[in-house]
């Protein structure tokens, strides 16, 4: 059941917001900004569940196409755990994993999901952004895991996510070495997808929502679901798992619609059936 009509989550540590999704779109934007800038957005447990929360109340709502994550004011996305709470963790903390488990939970969510960097991007603030299937960064973002500094490693993904975007080389001498990315680097290497201004950074996170939520909403979701799913296989696996993906979007409504709109030189009315 939807709960599309179902009030947004209250939660203590985020700000979350619905936004129309503009001109064209087939459905809204919902931003969610960790509100904590008094700490530098770090990531407690409280945040970790309230984003859960989000997530599986987004999951379900129809009227939000496309998930926007991002950090308040513009020192920091998110600088990292909380380290008071880091101090007391135990070997059974890091078999509970939350963090991690959070954010394969975001990973994996069935929706599009674009992290808006606005600052400092450390530690589990970058394993956060990199669990996001796209990453606009401001000229003054950073990216770090500096873990090590504390004799820890990046335990919410980020051995294992960082090596897959920007390559194992790069990615352990980032994380041995606890250097900062600037922005730039971060772009050329394959970390984030685009630069723009601080002052730019949420229009064009909603520029691009826009985009994604103008075209068929089954297309993004099978399309997202398939280069998720054959990045752990191998190709020929992931081959078929896209030959599939697509027998099912032939049979579809919205291809019907899709392909219709376009013979008619108009714009699709897509259901996501």
């Given amino acids: 059941m939807s709960s599309a009509t179902a009030p947004l989550p209250v939660t203590a540590t985020?700000?979350?917001e619905d936004e129309a999704g503009g001109a064209g779109s087939g459905g809204g934007v919902r931003l969610v900004t960790i509100d904590r800038p008094e700490v530098r957005n770090a990531l407690s447990k409280d945040v970790l569940a309230d984003l859960r929360a989000v997530l599986e109340h987004t999951r379900d709502d129809d009227s939000v196409s496309v998930l926007v994550i991002t950090g308040s004011g513009e020192k920091a996305f998110a600088a990292g755990a909380d380290i008071n709470q880091l101090r007391n963790y135990t070997p059974a903390s890091a078999l509970d994993a939350e963090m991690q488990r959070t954010y394969s939970l975001l990973e994996q969510f069935p929706k599009p999901t674009i992290a808006a960097v606005n600052g400092y991007a450390l530690g589990g603030g970058c394993e956060l952004a990199i669990s996001c299937d796209i990453r606009i960064a401001a000229e003054e973002a950073r990216f770090g895991l500096p873990e090590p500094t504390?004799?820890?490693l990046p335990g919410a993904g980020g051995t294992q996510r960082l090596a897959r975007l920007i390559g194992t080389g790069r990615a352990i001498e980032l994380i041995l070495t606890g250097r900062f990315l600037g922005a730039e680097e971060a772009l050329r290497v394959g970390?984030?997808?685009s630069v723009v201004p601080q002052a730019e950074l949420l229009d064009a996170a909603r520029e691009t929502a826009a985009?994604?939520?103008?075209?068929?909403?089954?297309a993004v979701r099978l399309a997202?679901?398939?280069v998720r799913t054959g990045m752990d296989a191998d190709q020929n696996t992931?081959?078929?798992v896209?030959?599939?993906?697509?027998?099912?979007?032939y049979g579809s409504s919205?291809?019907?619609e899709g392909t219709a709109a376009f013979l008619e030189k108009r714009p699709p009315e897509f259901t996501g059936e």
């Avoid at 985009?211 to 089954?218: E, H, M």
């Avoid at 896209?242 to 979007?249: D, G, I, P, T, W």
């Fill in 14 to 16: 985020l700000r979350v």
């Fill in 150 to 152: 504390l004799g820890v």
């Fill in 191 to 193: 970390l984030v997808t």
């Fill in 211 to 218: 985009k994604i939520a103008s075209k068929g909403p089954l």
């Fill in 224 to 226: 997202k679901l398939v």
């Fill in 238 to 240: 992931g081959l078929v």
């Fill in 242 to 249: 896209e030959r599939l993906a697509q027998a099912l979007l």
């Fill in 254 to 256: 919205d291809k019907t």
